[in-house]
C-alpha cells in the first residue's frame, strides 16, 4: 500500500509562484511514474504533469513553461514547481503514483493523495 500526502497549496495573486510537495510512502516510490492532476469546481480531472522514474517530465499544454515537476527518489517527494500563476490554475491539485502506460490518463493511476487547494486571484 501506498499513501500520498500532498502540501503547499494556498491563496495567491496572479503571477505568483506556489510549490506543490507530495511525500510518499513505501519503497517502491522511485519505480512509478508520480503524477499530477488538478480538478476545478464543475469540471474533470485533468492532467498536469508527470515524471517518470527516469525523471523524463511530461506536461499539460496549458502549464507548459509555467510549470516544472521534479522529484527526489531519496526522498520519496515529487514536486511540483508553479510559476506565473493564473486564475484558471485554481483547483484541487492531486498527486497520483503507479506503474502507467499512459502518463496522462488519471484511470491508471492506483494511489491518489487526498489534494491540496490552490487558489489564483485575479
Known amino acids: 500500500q501506498v499513501t500520498l500526502v500532498e502540501s503547499g497549496g494556498g491563496l495567491v495573486q496572479a503571477g505568483a509562484s506556489l510549490r506543490l510537495s507530495c511525500a510518499a510512502s513505501?519503497?517502491?516510490?522511485?519505480?512509478?511514474?508520480m503524477g499530477w492532476f488538478r480538478q476545478a469546481p464543475g469540471k474533470e480531472r485533468e492532467f498536469v504533469a508527470a515524471s517518470r522514474s527516469s525523471g523524463i517530465g511530461y506536461y499539460a499544454d496549458s502549464v507548459k513553461g509555467r510549470f516544472t515537476i521534479s522529484r527526489d527518489n531519496a526522498k520519496n517527494t515529487v514536486y511540483l514547481q508553479m510559476n506565473s500563476l493564473k486564475p484558471e490554475d485554481t483547483a484541487v491539485y492531486y498527486c497520483?503514483?503507479?506503474?502507467?502506460?499512459?502518463?496522462?490518463?488519471?484511470?491508471?493511476?492506483?494511489?491518489w493523495g487526498q489534494g491540496t487547494q490552490v487558489t489564483v486571484s485575479s
Open positions: 513505501g519503497r517502491t516510490f522511485s519505480w512509478y511514474v
Open positions: 497520483a503514483g503507479g506503474v502507467v502506460r499512459s502518463t496522462d490518463s488519471p484511470n491508471e493511476y492506483p494511489y
